[in-house]
């Protein structure tokens, strides 16, 4: 195996809980993962599993209680604000909402040369990287004057695309970065994904309740359920043959496009609903 | 900013309002080459006085010039307000920042001594004042400086807290921006706008308070002041009434400009804060753009039976704008929905699909109207009723499910008392019957524990169970049109298996008509009899599922299945990586 460039060990992220000598709220309980170079990792759950609590623990945006994030073997999950911003080049995020993700009163120039003005970036060339970073997102290279409102959320999208990319950086945390986006755009988004990381061999954490996009764009797959993951391996398995009863569960319920296959598939489902509620009873027996 | 100042320059109040501003810190800075005679130099003979050749508004009680003791005394007030102004921002801003965007510590501080600054009654703390730190009014007015600053602080917290959670401000912190950067970058830019707002306002209480510092007798003697000149003004009320005009004058048009200039900055604000709501209906990104050619139809099975029971017919939707246009985002729709059959109408966000369900509900957002068309149901046509005839057949014979249960319930009644109340209303049940039936119905759209949800608020439920709920009202007087705005949209998947299923087996069961709007193709293949795929707005193609999913004829149709993922190969491990598979406790093998 080549050298790891993430990897997560027994991660737990407690969020406290208001209230007197209330327990916490455990967000992630002890959950392990790893992400090579170049590799996309696809983080697939539904909402409350803990999917994007990981993706911002990793980027230090939730707090972590305990548990190791290593990042080229290097111990990442406590870092001072200092030496988090130094990772700032190594690190990046897609997030999901493309409204809110970018500030509404600065020009998509400012925007972009953001993280180069952190970097202390001569004006020059950052300017004549804004172009690159527009050209490489497929947006024309007279957007950077404009606001964010004049863009579709496709565009805005690959605005926040181009951000993340802007200082090179080895792992972008992608958090549902296509499911605010319309059947059509999310494709094309998709593609630039996959195009970025062919020229860039960039790593992605992709964080998706999408079954089929995890599918389009991961190597491997991680499943998390209730802030754990239950299976974990290459996207041809996980996604198309799924082992653990919540896998082939969320597998079965996504309907496809097909009214043929879609009765089948239903079919499928209500065997297998029907399947695992005799073995939890069987369970309930025995136990 | 700059377009704000702009924007204010074009206001009539604005503008007005700053000239008298402007006009009055002139004077104040050229008071000694405007002053005809010194200010503090009385002449005997000229004792209240009234307006001469030498003296243009007189003389006070002393004899000294009214017009040069007022331009002096304007100095005074334009530097007591700036002293206020600069105490109360610096203290209320900076507390502000550190409390909104630090939260915490900062939080608990600010939150107390706020508190504690408004509980304590600011006249009888600046007389306390007075009394201690003798009769300076710059003491004074920084005592007041911070107890105004409060008001600095509210707005500022909320504005930066609000900001606080935005993404992009995480998206900053990820970039490696400082938190200083941060707040100059992303959170001042917020709190500008209104504290500009605040600012001016506080100027104009500040100049009143001042004032009425001086005309208590509590100010310097020596020192000419507005307030001080209107006290003088009433000694001599009697005598000279002029003397009390002046001053009473320069406070009160101060005090109003301020106010005024306040109000004027507010108007231009909200003004701006409106544009970004009109995003909402831009146009969205389409790659297909068609002639408004005509719809490709599907023959249908010829052995299909049934009535219809909804017909839209050249149905157009409009929404009026400011310079009277109106815009259209429905055109010339048409579609029928027969009693027991699933219409589906699909399509991307802007499409007008939501707005052609939400017409026919006659429940479109203000300022929107049918401009043509007809919608028939059951004979009658929708758009020439009233609004009380439609609101007896909302609910009891069309029900609707929306995209949102959450939004959709009122936190404020318990899910029993919002099934209950519509039955009551339109079946006509006594209170235990429509009880009855309301647990009846949360047992059939499968709730585990349908007593406990019934006595349940909205926020104790699940997003699934509030929507379970919500198709349990949208049926609970049988209706024989169901209209689903994107019902599973914000559900998790499995859920929305479960959705899907709940809809189909009650619309089998009931023999309802329903009309499904959805963007999932997944969803119609799972739900639907027929499709109508619409664009921009129009209807492009319609037929049977199960024709147009086999062969869709028309291009925007075609690239829309094209952009469906789930056939696609599974990308497969990268080279060179093998995949333990058994990593973590938690994996099963």
Redesign the interface.
């Known amino acids: ?2 050298e790891t460039l993430l990897e997560v060990r ?1 991660i737990v992220v407690d969020y406290p809980v208001k209230g007197f000598r209330k327990p916490p709220f455990r967000a992630l309980g ?5 992400v ?1 170079p ?3 990792v696809g983080l697939v759950g ?2 409350g599993s803990g999917k994007t609590t990981l993706g911002r623990a990793v ?3 939730a707090p972590v209680t305990s548990g190791s994030i290593t990042y080229r073997g290097r111990e990442i999950s406590r870092l001072r ?1 200092r030496e ?6 190594d ?3 897609v ?3 493309p ?8 020009t998509i120039e400012q925007i972009l040369t ?2 180069l ?3 202390k970036t001569d004006k020059q060339l950052a300017r004549r990287r804004v172009r690159e970073l527009l050209d490489a997102v497929h947006l024309p290279s007279d957007a950077g004057n404009r606001l964010p ?1 004049e863009f ?4 805005r999208q690959r605005v ?1 695309i181009a ?1 993340a990319l ?2 090179d950086p080895k792992l972008i945390v992608c958090d549902e970065p296509v499911s605010a986006l ?7 988004v ?1 593609d630039l994904f996959k195009e970025i990381q062919a020229r860039t061999g960039v790593a992605y954490l992709f964080v998706s ?5 995890v ?6 797959v991680a499943v998390m359920y209730r802030g ?9 398995q996980v ?2 043959r799924p ?2 009863p919540y896998t082939q ?2 597998f ?11 009765e089948q598939r ?1 079919a499928e ?1 209500h065997r297998l609903l029907a399947l695992q509620r005799e073995q939890d009873e069987q369970m309930e027996i025995n136990a | 900013m700059t377009s704000l100042w702009r924007r204010l320059l074009r206001n009539p109040t604005g503008i007005g309002s700053l000239i008298f501003l402007v006009l009055v810190v002139l004077s104040a800075v050229f008071a000694p080459l405007l002053a005809p005679h010194d200010p503090n130099t009385a002449s005997a003979y000229d004792t209240l006085s009234g307006p001469s050749a030498t003296y243009w508004l007189g003389n006070d009680g002393s004899g000294h010039d009214v017009l040069s003791r007022l331009l002096f005394a304007t100095r005074l007030s334009v530097t007591l307000t700036g002293e206020t102004l600069v105490i109360a921002a610096v203290l209320g801003i900076v507390a502000g920042l550190l409390a909104g965007y630090y939260g915490k510590f900062f939080e608990a501080v600010g939150a107390a001594g706020t508190s504690l600054l408004q509980a304590l009654p600011a006249i009888v703390v600046l007389l306390a004042a007075k009394s201690v730190l003798g009769p300076s009014d710059f003491a004074a007015m920084a005592v007041f400086g911070v107890l105004i600053a409060p008001a600095f602080y509210r707005v500022v917290y909320s504005a930066v807290s609000a900001v606080r959670g935005e993404l992009y401000v995480d998206a900053a912190r990820v970039s490696g921006l400082s938190d200083p950067r941060i707040i100059g970058r992303h959170v001042l830019t917020v709190v500008r706008a209104p504290a500009i707002v605040l600012a001016a306002n506080i100027a104009g209480i500040s100049v009143a308070i001042s004032a009425g510092l001086d005309f208590l007798g509590l100010g310097d003697p020596a020192i000419p002041s507005w307030g001080g000149m209107l006290n003088d003004g009433f000694t001599n009320i009697f005598t000279q009434p002029l003397l009390v005009l002046w001053p009473s004058l320069a406070i009160g048009l101060t005090c109003i400009a301020f106010a005024l200039l306040g109000n004027a900055l507010r108007d231009e604000l909200e003004r701006v804060d409106a544009a970004p709501k009109r995003r909402r209906r831009a146009t969205p990104a389409t790659t297909v753009t068609v002639a408004p050619a005509a719809v490709i139809t599907h023959d249908e099975a010829p052995e299909k039976p049934g009535t219809d029971l909804l017909v839209v017919q050249h149905l157009s939707v409009g929404y009026g704008s400011a310079d009277g246009s109106v815009k259209t985002v429905v055109e010339d729709v048409t579609l029928t929905v027969r009693r027991g059959e699933v219409h589906g109408l699909i399509g991307e966000s802007g499409s007008g699909k939501t707005q052609t369900a939400f017409s026919i509900l006659r429940l479109l957002p203000s300022g929107g109207r049918l401009v043509g068309g007809s919608i028939t149901f059951e004979g009658r046509d929708l758009a020439n009723l009233s609004e009380k005839q439609m609101t007896a057949l909302r609910g009891k014979k069309i029900a609707y499910v929306p995209q949102e249960p959450m939004s959709n319930l009122d936190p404020s009644f318990t899910v029993g008392s919002q099934l209950v109340e519509p039955m009551r209303l339109h079946l006509g049940l006594s209170k235990s019957d429509a009880k009855a039936r309301a647990l009846d119905l949360l047992a059939r759209v499968g709730i585990p524990n349908p007593g406990r949800t019934y006595a349940a608020y909205p926020h104790e439920v699940s997003g699934g169970m509030a929507q379970r709920v919500l198709i349990a009202g949208a049926i609970s007087c049988d209706p024989d049109l169901l209209i689903a705005d994107e019902p599973t949209t914000a559900l998790d998947v499995t859920v929305q298996a479960e959705v899907l299923d709940l809809l189909r087996d009650l619309q089998r069961e009931r023999q309802m008509g329903m009309l499904l709007v959805t963007h999932n193709f997944g969803v119609v293949a799972d739900l639907c009899d027929r499709v109508s795929v619409m664009q921009s707005g129009r209807i492009v193609e319609t037929g049977p599922v199960r024709a147009i999913f086999a062969g869709p004829r028309h291009a925007y149709t075609r690239s829309l299945f094209e952009a469906i993922l789930p056939d696609a190969e599974a990308r497969g491990a990268l080279p060179g990586i093998t995949s333990s598979g058994t990593l973590g406790e938690g994996v099963t093998a």
Not at chain 1, 99 to 105: E, F, H, K, R
Not at chain 1, 209 to 213: C, E, R, S, T
Not at chain 1, 252 to 262: N, S
Request: proline letters at 5%.
């Open positions: 195996m080549t027994d002890g959950v392990s993962l790893e090579g170049g590799e996309c539904e909402s980027l230090g945006l604000h988090r911003r130094a990772l700032a080049a690190l990046q995020v997030f999901q909402d409204y809110t993700s970018l500030n509404p009163s600065l953001e993280p003005i952190a970097r409102r579709s959320g496709g565009q926040a951000r802007a200082l319309d059947l059509s755009t999310q494709a094309r998709l309740h999408d079954l089929d996009v599918r389009y764009l991961s190597h491997r754990e993951i239950v299976e974990w391996g290459p996207a041809s996604t198309v082992e653990h569960r969320l079965l319920a996504a309907p496809v496009a097909d009214p043929a296959k879609q239903r489902r």
